[in-house]
């Protein structure tokens, strides 16, 4: 046993530094290149429509908001005048726009899911597919993205971004060294994982397919005030010794459920020491599961053997407190 988790050991050794050392070709940054910028192409467009429309719009909900300011309402006011005195005259105007729009085009309506609400991070949305089929080789990657208020770019897009581009250059430098033979398949889906008024995590999972599966997940907790992406690291610096309390944690939960499965094997307490897993460097994927609990996730083959996947530590409140909040 011990011969060969050090044959499997070796091999991931070896795939990380092939991968590591690998050199995008030019081709594959252009293509990546076009890519990005035709979307971008057709989000500008599609804005710039918007916004010719939008004065008509914005004349309709000053006269309406004008009107129903002569009337005392007082407490009992609903509908688009409360929402004038929270939220203010451009926000309305911009949200009877959006009724306004999508009762006149049919084109307009089907794209309201990409139409933000209110708030300074509105909703995730897929910002563009990739897919690929060359041979047996096959690739299908969704990106997402966040919309800020407005439309406003969210800085937290620009790592989901970088990610997605790593994929698929990984793909087709892949697919570029085989010409396409043998069989090969990249999956990339996405998720919300929680959300609440504070932070939303995008969990991002991948699975590649050669001889064997390999699973691994990438998870972008961001700030939904500032939209920036917030490290393990940054979310306990406040509390330095925390992050070795949750490290503490997730050891005691590998000795617990490897005593109580001899199916479950952990690299910890095991036959080769300097493999095990030694803590946590705070750049580590994790978001919170719906009761606010730090959830910890690590890929294949990073704290266990491969037939264990991609694993996750569920940490305990009594451990982390409230860091969702």
Same mark, same amino acid.
């Given at each position: @046993?011990?011969?060969?988790?050090?044959?499997?050991?070796?091999?991931?050794?070896?795939?990380?530094?092939?991968?590591?050392?690998?050199?995008?070709?030019?081709?594959?940054?252009?293509?990546?290149?076009?890519?990005?910028?035709?979307?971008? %192409?057709?989000?500008?467009?599609?804005?710039?429509?918007?916004? %010719?429309?939008?004065?008509?719009?914005?004349? !309709?909900?000053?006269?309406?908001?004008?009107?129903?300011? *002569? =009337?005392?309402? $007082?407490?009992?006011?609903?509908? +688009?005048?409360?929402?004038?005195?929270?939220?203010?005259?451009?926000?309305?105007?911009?949200?009877?726009?959006?009724?306004?729009?999508?009762?006149?085009?049919?084109?307009?309506?089907?794209? @309201?899911?990409?139409?933000?609400?209110?708030?300074?991070?509105? =909703? +995730?949305?897929?910002?563009?597919?990739?897919?690929?089929?060359?041979?047996? !080789?096959? #690739?299908?990657?969704?990106?997402?993205?966040?919309?800020?208020? *407005?439309? /406003?770019?969210?800085?937290?897009?620009?790592?989901?971004?970088?990610?997605?581009?790593?994929?698929? #250059?990984?793909?087709?430098?892949?697919?570029?060294?085989?010409?396409?033979?043998?069989?090969? /398949?990249?999956?990339?889906?996405?998720?919300?994982?929680?959300?609440?008024?504070?932070?939303?995590?995008?969990?991002?999972? /991948?699975?590649?397919? @050669?001889?064997?599966?390999? %699973?691994?997940?990438?998870? !972008?907790?961001?700030?939904?005030?500032?939209?920036?992406?917030?490290?393990?690291?940054?979310?306990?610096?406040?509390?330095?010794?925390?992050?070795?309390?949750?490290?503490? *944690?997730?050891?005691?939960? @590998?000795?617990?459920?490897?005593? #109580?499965?001899?199916?479950?094997?952990? !690299?910890?307490?095991?036959?080769?020491?300097?493999?095990?897993?030694?803590?946590?460097?705070?750049?580590?994927?994790?978001?919170?599961?719906?009761?606010?609990?730090?959830?910890?996730?690590?890929?294949?083959?990073? +704290?266990?053997? $491969?037939?264990?996947?991609?694993?996750?530590?569920?940490?305990?409140?009594?451990?982390?407190?409230?860091?969702?909040?």
């Amino acid at each position: @046993m011990t011969q060969n988790r050090e044959k499997r050991m070796d091999k991931l050794e070896e795939w990380k530094k092939e991968y590591q050392s690998m050199t995008v070709p030019k081709e594959v940054k252009d293509r990546i290149r076009m890519g990005i910028a035709k979307a971008q %192409e057709e989000k500008q467009s599609e804005e710039k429509k918007a916004k %010719e429309k939008q004065p008509e719009a914005k004349a !309709f909900a000053e006269k309406s908001y004008q009107n129903r300011e *002569n =009337r005392d309402y $007082g407490k009992k006011q609903r509908g +688009v005048v409360f929402m004038m005195k929270r939220v203010g005259m451009g926000a309305a105007a911009a949200m009877i726009a959006i009724v306004v729009l999508a009762n006149s085009s049919a084109s307009v309506a089907l794209a @309201m899911g990409r139409i933000p609400v209110l708030g300074s991070i509105a =909703r +995730v949305v897929t910002f563009r597919d990739y897919t690929d089929k060359s041979n047996h !080789f096959e #690739a299908d990657i969704s990106i997402p993205k966040l919309e800020g208020e *407005n439309g /406003s770019e969210v800085e937290a897009n620009k790592s989901i971004e970088e990610y997605a581009n790593q994929l698929i #250059a990984q793909y087709e430098a892949d697919l570029q060294a085989s010409s396409g033979e043998g069989n090969y /398949s990249l999956t990339s889906s996405y998720d919300v994982a929680f959300e609440n008024e504070k932070y939303v995590c995008i969990r991002i999972h /991948s699975t590649m397919v @050669m001889a064997s599966g390999t %699973e691994f997940v990438k998870v !972008f907790t961001v700030d939904k005030e500032t939209g920036k992406t917030v490290s393990l690291a940054e979310l306990v610096k406040n509390q330095p010794e925390l992050l070795e309390k949750i490290s503490d *944690n997730i050891k005691e939960q @590998m000795e617990e459920q490897m005593a #109580a499965d001899d199916s479950v094997t952990y !690299f910890y307490h095991s036959e080769v020491p300097e493999l095990d897993f030694q803590g946590l460097s705070g750049e580590e994927s994790y978001y919170f599961n719906a009761d606010g609990e730090l959830v910890i996730s690590f890929d294949e083959y990073e +704290v266990a053997p $491969g037939y264990m996947g991609a694993v996750s530590f569920t940490i305990p409140k009594e451990v982390t407190g409230e860091l969702s909040k």
